[in-house]
């Protein structure tokens, strides 16, 4: 179960999953069978009934333990500048998630989110690399490679549980709620269970302010690079700090379509904006603006500005303002030791 296919029990769902209160305890039950599945499901990769497939090229896959968004987005362009400055040419394969391509499909800027999901355009807009999207990641994987043969080392995103796609290196993201109640899906946020220990070849964020869990892990730096016009953000011009503190003292409409939407409404408050907080579903299609359209200014994330465009907006001045996100010269280190040196091909990925 995730919190995004159930668009008006998400909320109430997001709550639950802090506590063990009643709605946690009703669906504890189902939680036993979902454990018992996912077991199942992974002793099968161990004892070698089924197998990982290896690609040929190193694998970093990146995700989380906990649904509902933990920050993957940002995790994975940091991942992208890293490997670049290590001199890898990496690529992302990504899932999709509400896209309408069915098939494996290579991004370009000129599809829309709709067709590729929200999420991957905004990582092939913002890093420039290639993105392939599919059901298979493996498939994708394996497209990604032979349509960009330069890339020497491919990023799944969101790719954890897909234990199909071997993997050199994973990187588990978790946000402020570390693991929730504790208890897997449907009765709590874990996809799995919170292992004792680090595994091996796997390396933990947090994207929050202080370690969300008893695992060892690095402290992402977090915080907004300033705001950008949307038609300046579309033809790829940075955000501006000045231009952020020049919306101070006027009225703001807040919007975010994002699993924790609040996360953003605080950072704005915290540079002084005065915002109207109006937080949308995950994934918001923007297929109507969700506004009055007389709203002087608008500030919105890179998510929701993917699926705008800026003939749309009419007389509202719309501001994006991205994450200024980084990861520590130490991850660097630690991720770079677990792969083989850019160029090279690998002897194989380890399984899952």
């Known amino acids: 179960m995730d919190p995004r296919t159930l668009p008006g029990w998400a909320p109430r769902l997001q709550q639950a999953w802090l506590t063990r209160g009643a709605l946690a305890c009703a669906l504890w039950p189902v939680s036993l069978l979902f454990a018992a599945v996912t077991a199942v499901r992974r002793s099968l990769y161990r004892i070698g009934l089924l197998h990982a497939q290896a690609i040929a090229a190193p694998v970093v896959v990146v995700g989380n333990l906990i649904a509902g968004g933990a920050g993957k987005t940002p995790v994975v362009i940091a991942l992208v500048e890293a490997l670049r400055h290590h001199g890898y040419t990496p690529g992302i394969v990504s899932r999709g998630y509400g896209g309408t391509a069915d098939a494996v499909t290579d991004l370009n800027r000129r ?38 043969p330069t890339v020497d080392v491919v990023i799944s995103d969101d790719g954890l549980q897909h234990l199909r796609l071997a993997r050199d290196a994973q990187v588990l993201v978790f946000d402020e709620r570390g693991v929730g109640n504790g208890w897997l899906l449907p009765a709590g946020p874990l996809r799995e269970s919170l292992p004792h220990a680090v ?4 390396l933990v964020v947090y994207n929050a302010g202080t370690p969300s869990t008893p695992l060892p892990g690095t402290l992402a730096r977090r915080g907004l690079a300033g705001v950008v016009a949307l038609g300046d953000w579309w033809q790829g011009r940075s955000a501006s700090p000045v231009a952020l503190d020049a919306l101070r003292g006027r009225p703001l409409l807040a919007a975010a379509g994002l699993a924790r939407p609040e996360r953003f409404f605080v950072m704005l408050r915290s540079h002084g904006l005065q915002i109207t907080p109006h937080a949308l579903p995950d994934h918001h299609d923007y297929a109507q603006l969700p506004w009055p359209a007389d709203t002087p200014d608008v500030i919105v994330t890179e998510k929701d500005a993917v699926k705008l465009a800026e003939a749309r907006t009419g007389s509202t001045r719309v501001w994006v303002a991205p994450l200024d996100f980084a990861l520590d010269a130490a991850f660097e280190a630690a991720l770079i030791q677990l792969l083989p040196p850019p160029g090279t091909t690998p002897h194989g990925n380890a399984p899952a």
Do not use: F, I, K, N
Request: net charge positive; hydrophobic share 45%.
């Open 111 to 148: 599809m829309s989110a709709a067709e590729c999901g929200d999420e991957p355009l905004l990582l092939h807009l913002r890093t420039g690399a290639p993105v392939v999207v599919g059901r298979d990641r493996v498939a994708a994987a394996r497209h990604l490679l032979q349509a960009h």
């Open 199 to 202: 595994a091996p070849r796997s």
